[in-house]
């Protein structure tokens, strides 16, 4: 049953200068659970017992026919469950993914034998049961290690497949791979009876075989149709194996979606997305209405029960009417600014012609309040790590904000975001200075940074990241340039230790191999203590007599405090 808005939804529009609220409404004219007590009726009538589920995934609204919630062999479309649980427990990779891969289009069980072990076996569903929160999904098989014989029933498959749906770790791989499902399976039956020879672009997992507890062939056809808006479940059990059953779910899945499709007079869409920056929130998707298929359709969004939006359909949406083979613009995108707390977002389309309002379905959003920001980078020099980035709150987003830096659990540094970021502020729709740069001396060791935003107004303080630092306490530098002019090596650079970083330290020359000389540095390189933020005389400079051919020079700086000494460099030189 299709829920319609009636006089509780109220469209606005805009006339001459001014909004005024219009009632819209308008009596639904198909039904989908009559289509489908019709497709039952017909298997009934031929003696195969048989059970469908319809469920529309934009709003949840179910329609069955048959025995819905009794049990069926599932045969095939178990796989589904096996993939599901690789894809929730993030195994869904290398040898595992290619195998599920073919178990799913192909339908190939020799795939489903060597991954049903690896997935919980028979207790697979039990697993996808708790994990979904769907206790009526079905049942282990009675046989053991016979997974065809799996007992799922219509419902609880719609469910199902309404769950992964909104599962962003299974709904990307497992949809595709249902849409690129073969004609044939690795065993060599058509598997394209049922949903696809009934309509067109649907992703499908099928399911053929005699694994009932009596024997009986049970033949399944599931998926998702009308551009993945329905799920519909074709549970058939009887008859004689092979092409009779097969046709006979052929014949019921054309009886349930005459024309192609599962039909309303309502209009299609759905909600593709909800994004949030900060309090303002982006909700995306698409609609369009069968009685005018080329006409933008009036978009109507409600927050917590009041109208916060409306407009029509202006987006191009070339997927859409690939899929459906419509022209026009179908696709919306409305953005608006939430309050704290928990809202309930719904999109509606206005119907154009026979039929009613369509929900496309409801979203709920939880702001809390809190800061947002993040710590984009820490850069290191020497001791010395800045570490930058930016943070608002969306109660006060043109105010400047405080944040604090924590180092190992300690406070050492806090500040009010004093830079302009203008990539922020053209982000979230803001004014204001809401970037931060914080520079500190660090100890030897590892150093963990968490940088604050504190809260303003309802919510609390928010973490923007804890950055890890490891100072090892080692001198830094290197060799400039290492030359040689008649028979002598000259070799400069430069050198410091962070723990005395005013002071000089002494530099070591080996020649192949062995010590050549040492000294303190003691040339003045401004270019060093600028770079560095230090003082002191920090270069050196060494010439020495080297041999003809080919010569090794290398540089050390020795150690003060914590730390190694450090090589700065090696060099090869032609005497």
């Known amino acids: 049953m299709r829920c319609r808005l009636g006089h509780e939804l109220l469209v606005a529009t805009l006339l001459a200068g001014f909004i005024s609220a219009v009632l819209i409404a308008a009596p639904a004219t198909a039904s989908v659970a009559g289509n489908a007590a019709n497709a039952v009726s017909y298997a009934n009538q031929n003696g195969y017992r048989s059970s469908i589920g319809v ?67 028979d207790g697979v569903i039990t697993w996808i049961k708790q994990v979904l929160d769907l206790p009526n999904l079905g049942s282990p098989p009675p ?69 009932d507890p009596a024997g009986q062939p049970a033949f399944n056809s599931t ?29 019921q899945a054309r009886r349930l979606m005459p024309g192609g499709r599962i039909q309303s007079d309502d209009p299609d869409g759905t909600i ?12 995306r998707g698409w609609s369009f ?42 696709g919306y995108s409305f953005a608006l600014r939430l309050p704290d707390g928990t809202n309930t977002l719904c999109v509606y389309a206005t119907n154009i012609g026979a039929g009613a309002n369509a929900t496309l379905g409801c979203r709920t959003v939880r702001l809390s309040g809190d800061p947002v920001g993040r710590v984009d980078g820490v850069a290191l020099r020497g001791n010395a ?58 100890p030897d060791g590892r150093n963990t940074l968490c940088v604050y935003g504190i809260n303003r107004g309802t919510g609390h303080n928010s973490t923007l990241g804890c950055p890890v630092v490891s100072v090892s306490g080692n001198p830094l530098g290197r060799i400039d340039t290492a030359a040689v002019s008649n028979g002598v090596a000259t070799v400069d650079g430069w050198a410091y230790d962070y723990d005395q970083p005013a002071s000089s330290i002494r530099v070591v020359l080996y020649l192949n191999g062995r010590l050549a000389a040492y000294r303190l540095t003691d040339r003045t390189r401004t270019d060093v203590n600028t770079a560095q933020g230090i003082s002191g005389t920090h270069g050196y400079a060494f010439s020495v007599p080297v041999a003809r051919g080919t010569n090794q020079l ?18 090869s030189v032609t005497g």
């Open 289 to 330: 209405d069968r009685n005018s298929p080329s006409s933008a359709i009036k978009m109507v969004i409600y927050v917590n029960g009041k109208l916060a939006a409306y407009g029509p359909s202006t987006l191009a949406r070339p997927d859409v009417n690939a899929v459906f083979r419509i022209t026009g613009t179908h």
């Open 385 to 442: 790590a800045t570490i930058h980035g930016w943070t608002y709150d969306y109660d006060a987003p043109s105010a400047a904000l405080q944040a604090v830096v924590h180092r190992n659990g300690a406070l050492v540094a806090y500040a009010t975001t004093a830079l302009t970021r203008s990539d922020v502020n053209a982000a979230y729709h803001i004014t204001g200075t809401h970037g931060f740069s914080f520079t500190l001396g660090l």
């Open 143 to 211: 046989r053991a290690g016979w997974w065809g014989g799996t007992q799922i029933n219509a419902r609880g498959m719609s469910q199902f497949y309404n769950a992964i749906k909104r599962q962003p770790k299974v709904w990307p791989w497992l949809g595709n791979a249902m849409h690129h499902a073969t004609q044939y399976g690795s065993d060599g039956t058509y598997q394209f009876f049922g949903i696809p020879s009934a309509t067109s672009g649907a992703a499908v997992k099928q399911g053929w075989g005699a694994d």
């Open 272 to 283: 593709d997305s909800v994004t949030a920056q900060g309090n303002q929130i982006t909700v």
């Open 554 to 571: 290398c540089m050390y700086a020795i150690n003060v405090g914590a730390g190694s000494n450090s090589q700065l460099g090696c060099r």
């Open 55 to 121: 469920l529309d995934t934009s709003n949840g609204t179910f329609s069955g026919a048959g025995d819905y919630n009794s049990a069926y062999a599932s045969e095939s479309v178990m796989k589904v469950f096996i993939a599901t649980r690789l894809l929730l427990t993030g195994q869904m990779s290398g040898w595992n993914e290619t195998t599920a891969y073919k178990m799913i289009t192909q339908s190939d069980d020799a795939s489903a034998n060597a991954l049903y072990g690896r997935t919980g076996g």
């Open 223 to 251: 998926g998702f149709v009308n551009g993945d808006r329905y799920v519909v479940v074709i549970l058939t059990q009887g008859g004689a194996y092979g092409s009779p059953i097969s046709n006979m779910l052929t014949a």
